[in-house]
């Protein structure tokens, strides 16, 4: 009998904690282009302004795009070298992470003009703010909290329904939560940075339609919030950015 009520709470307590994870889906509110060459891996809104770093060897930008038309105002190139990923702005500072390289970039966000190269320890993948500090992604279960000159702060393992859950690529800070793609899959969790739980999964499944894909069209990556709260997604070379809301499910 103690064996038997083990196990139904073992299975109460998985359905609960299953339970708290809310589901959503998205609805698209409107459509821009995005540029089919553009390998998203860091998108944001700062001062009204849209900004996106873009990914490959020999192919790396940090660029500046008009939300209308998909095209970049302003874009700087990564020496070839660099494997471009996650950026984000903090007081007037724009950092820039590289994939393998062990290194990140600062640059002067008003005029995207170089200041610094740091050393980074670990992979670079998304990368966001809570306007105090900075909080990154390698692709693995954990979160770095860091600060300006990117020592670590505090790692956040994270889990869904107990368990870690790996891939965890661009990020967004939104509401005091943090957005983050799931990598190779169509789903965002929304974060609790207090105790690395996911609250939320978004799923986004079919959002690009397959008529607009191509053979080298890739994932799912890319969360920014605007000054309105509005949300835009778009993914890896995607033709597409969209407004989009959540939709319970």
Partial sequence: MKRW???????????????????YGVKVVKEYPHRTDAYTQGLFFHEGVLWETTGQYGESTIRTVDLASGEPIALKKLTGKYFGEGSVILDGVLYVLTW????????DAATITYQQTLRYPREGWGLTTDGKQLIASD???NLY??????????????????RSLRYLNELEWIDGKIWANVYTTDTIVIINPADGK?????????????KLRKKDTDVLNGIARDAEGRIYLTGKKWPRLYQVELVKK
């Fill in 5 to 23: 009520l083990l196990i139904v709470g073992v299975l109460l307590a998985g359905a609960c904690s299953q339970a708290q994870v809310k589901q």
């Fill in 100 to 107: 393998t390289n062990k290194v990140a970039f600062k640059y």
């Fill in 139 to 141: 692709g693995s279960a």
């Fill in 145 to 162: 909290f860091l600060d300006k000159d990117l020592k670590l702060l505090k790692r956040l393992p994270v889990t869904m329904n107990g």
């Fill in 198 to 210: 996911v609250e939320a999964a978004i799923d986004c499944t079919g959002l690009l339609p397959e």
